[in-house]
């Protein structure tokens, strides 16, 4: 059975920086790719980004592009999530998935999330 081990999360002021790591074990992993998602207090869980593991495209949401980075290292099993110019809106628990083979969009595998908090 995959699991997804979450590392990073933390503090920081408004205009700082924090990254995330997702370490994949366990099981075969086959994933066709890892995303991350958040989820602040009273709002549902929204998609922040995603890469595809062989060719390294990725996808963000509006509200991070230009301030967020998506990284892989698939020697290793690992994603990352390099987050700039932080705001307050970025405060949320940050989870990150991994999908099954062949889907971009499904999700099976889920990691227990980090806290990341933003303050002014």
């Known amino acids: 059975q995959v699991q997804l081990i979450e590392s990073g999360g933390g503090a920081a002021q408004v205009g700082g920086s924090l990254r995330l790591s997702c370490a994949a074990s366990?099981?075969?992993?086959?994933?066709?790719?890892m995303g991350w998602f958040r989820q602040a207090p009273g709002k549902e869980r929204e998609f922040v980004a995603t890469?595809?593991?062989?060719?390294?495209?990725?996808f963000y949401a509006n509200p991070v592009k230009g301030r967020f980075t998506i990284s892989r290292d698939n020697a290793v099993n690992t994603v990352l999530l390099q987050m700039d110019s932080l705001q307050v809106d970025d405060t949320a628990i940050y989870y990150c998935?991994?999908?099954?083979?062949?889907?971009?969009?499904?999700?099976?595998?889920w990691g227990q999330g980090t806290q990341v908090t933003v303050s002014s």
């Open positions: 998935a991994a999908t099954r083979p062949r889907s971009l969009s499904q999700y099976d595998y």
């Open positions: 366990g099981g075969t992993f086959s994933s066709y790719a």
């Open positions: 890469i595809i593991l062989n060719s390294g495209t990725t």
